[in-house]
C-alpha cells in the first residue's frame, strides 16, 4: 500500500515508521512542503493509496479540501476541526471519497470510552456527579483534547449532563485522561495514561489499511475500530 503521511511531528513520524515496519511504501510531507495545500495536487494525489493526517488545525481542513476533491482516502487523526465536519462530509460525499477520522486511534482509549459509558450508567442515579481531566505535551495546540472532548460526550449521553474538563498542558506528556465521579461521600476515578504515541500510530496505520477496502463514505473511528 501506498501511504502519503501529511505531518512530521511527534506522532506523524511514527505513523511513518510503523507503516513502513508493515511494509507499506511511505511518503512524507512536512509543512514547509506543502505550504496551503500546495503540493497536493490531483496527479500527486493519485499517486497513493491513502492519506494520512496528523498535522494542525490549521492545516487540516486545506489538506482535507485538496484531497477529498480528487477523490482520495483520508485517515485524519488531526483534531481541533468538528465544526467543520459536516463541509468535509459533504466533500466526501459528492467526490466519492473516503474520510476516517476520530480523536484517538489507541486501542485503549476506544476501551476507555466504552467503560465509561459503563460507568456513567452505573453511578447516574446513585448521587455522582461527573468531571474529566486531561493533560498533554506542552506543544498540543488544541484544548481541550479532542479525546477528552469525545469522553464527556459518551458520558453526556447516558446521563444527559453537561461534563466539565479541565485541560493541562505540560513537558511532553503523551496523554492522560481521567473520569471523576465524585458523591458526597467518596470518588471514583477512570484513568488512561499513555506510555507513548505509538499506540496513536499503530492504530492510524491499522485504520488506513482497512480504509483502502472500504467503500466511499465517512466514517468515525469509534464505529468501526473493532473491523480494523
Given at each position: 500500500m501506498r501511504i502519503l503521511v501529511l505531518g512530521v511531528g511527534k506522532t506523524g513520524k511514527l505513523v511513518a515508521e510503523v507503516a513502513a515496519q508493515r511494509g507499506h511504501s511511505v511518503h512524507v510531507l512536512d509543512a514547509k512542503e506543502n505550504k496551503d495545500g500546495a503540493a497536493l495536487t490531483a496527479p500527486f494525489v493519485a499517486g497513493f493509496d491513502v492519506v494520512v493526517d496528523f498535522t494542525t488545525p490549521e492545516a487540516v481542513l486545506t489538506n482535507m479540501r485538496a484531497c477529498l476533491a480528487t477523490g482520495a482516502k483520508m485517515v485524519i487523526g488531526t483534531t481541533g476541526w468538528y465544526d467543520k465536519l459536516d463541509d468535509m462530509r459533504s466533500l466526501a460525499e459528492r467526490r466519492d471519497a473516503a474520510l476516517l477520522y476520530g480523536t484517538n486511534f489507541s486501542l485503549g482509549v476506544q476501551k476507555l470510552l466504552a467503560l465509561a459509558k459503563y460507568m456513567a450508567a452505573s453511578l447516574k442515579d446513585a448521587g455522582y456527579t461527573f468531571s474529566i481531566a486531561e493533560t498533554h505535551h506542552q506543544s498540543k495546540l488544541d484544548a481541550p483534547s479532542g479525546t477528552a472532548l469525545?469522553?464527556?460526550?459518551?458520558?453526556?449521553?447516558?446521563?444527559?449532563?453537561?461534563?466539565?474538563?479541565?485541560?493541562?498542558?505540560?513537558?511532553?506528556?503523551?496523554?492522560?485522561?481521567?473520569?471523576?465521579?465524585?458523591?458526597?461521600?467518596?470518588?471514583?476515578?477512570?484513568?488512561?495514561?499513555?506510555?507513548?504515541?505509538?499506540?496513536?500510530a499503530e492504530g492510524a496505520v491499522r485504520a488506513a489499511e482497512w480504509l483502502i477496502k472500504a467503500k466511499p463514505g465517512v466514517y468515525d473511528i469509534r464505529e468501526v475500530f473493532d473491523k480494523l
Open positions: 469525545t469522553l464527556a460526550e459518551a458520558v453526556k449521553s447516558v446521563t444527559g449532563k453537561a461534563v466539565p474538563v479541565e485541560a493541562t498542558r505540560t513537558g511532553d506528556v503523551a496523554g492522560v485522561h481521567a473520569l471523576i465521579a465524585t458523591s458526597d461521600s467518596d470518588s471514583i476515578t477512570l484513568t488512561h495514561e499513555s506510555a507513548s504515541r505509538l499506540p496513536f
